[in-house]
């Protein structure tokens, strides 16, 4: 979402946007062990963040540094409103099961998906493209599918994986990826999944999590690349 907004501002398109906000995520989520409400409540600083992972991938200058930071803080608010209302604080396996079907790449029409399982994201998702357009002159596209383009780019810019991975997850995935799952990647994952698997441990309610970080881990352990890449959609 937030690299279509990118991709929109700078009027281009360019694959590293996506990863270059994945860099963003994995350093404040795991690497700073940051939180959701800590992005929603300081939008300034995670916007300098990726505004910084831009820079350091070439896709955007010093001239439009400022601006971009600026429309991608505008956007975190309702980006913000989308992700819980799928994800909710108190959600249940309900949920876990709809965002796994409705992300999968058979499936046409997610939000529809979404709402038959109780889930109705129509508002936020017209909230955000009209934020989207609002900020960057760009009208919003037609109702119907997420605000990620066509489904064939959907995979850099939704919030979860098509396996309904929670992002700071998702993130070491993409961690993993850029770096061509190297040895020294695959031990840094590891240590970071056992943090978090351990603080996770700390509230039943987070048993939705605990499975995905658990499964993540054996896969990292075993040094299982395709399983890897199969979880993180």
């Known amino acids: 979402m937030l690299a279509v907004l990118v991709a929109n501002h700078l009027g281009k398109e360019h694959e590293d946007i996506g990863w270059a906000i994945g860099d963003a995520i994995y350093d404040y989520l795991v690497m700073k062990n940051k939180s959701i409400e800590e992005v929603e409540k300081r939008p300034s600083e995670f916007a300098k963040l990726v505004v910084k992972k831009l820079q350091e991938r070439e896709i955007l200058g010093p001239s439009v540094a400022k601006s971009t930071e600026r429309a991608i803080k505008e956007a975190i608010p309702p980006t913000i409103k989308l992700i819980n209302k799928m994800w ?30 109780g889930i109705d994201v129509t508002k936020e998702v017209e909230e955000l493209r009209n934020a989207i357009a609002e900020i960057t002159g760009k009208k919003p596209k037609a109702r119907g599918a ?19 991975l929670p992002p700071e997850l998702l993130a070491i995935v993409k961690a993993l990826e850029f770096s061509d799952f190297s040895e020294r990647a695959m031990e840094k994952a590891e240590k970071e999944l056992l943090r978090l ?30 399983g890897i890449k199969k979880l993180g959609g």
Do not use: Y
């Open 146 to 164: 997420p605000p990620g383009g066509s489904r064939k780019r959907a995979k850099s810019k939704r919030p979860v994986s098509s396996a309904g």
């Open 197 to 226: 698997v351990d603080g996770l441990l700390e509230d039943e309610a987070n048993a939705p999590q605990l499975f995905h970080a658990v499964k993540l881990l054996r896969l990292v352990q075993k040094g299982d690349i395709k």
């Open 88 to 117: 909710p604080k108190d959600h249940d396996v309900k949920h876990l099961r709809a965002m796994e079907e409705a992300f999968s790449p058979d499936i046409k029409d997610p939000l529809r998906t979404l709402k038959a399982a």
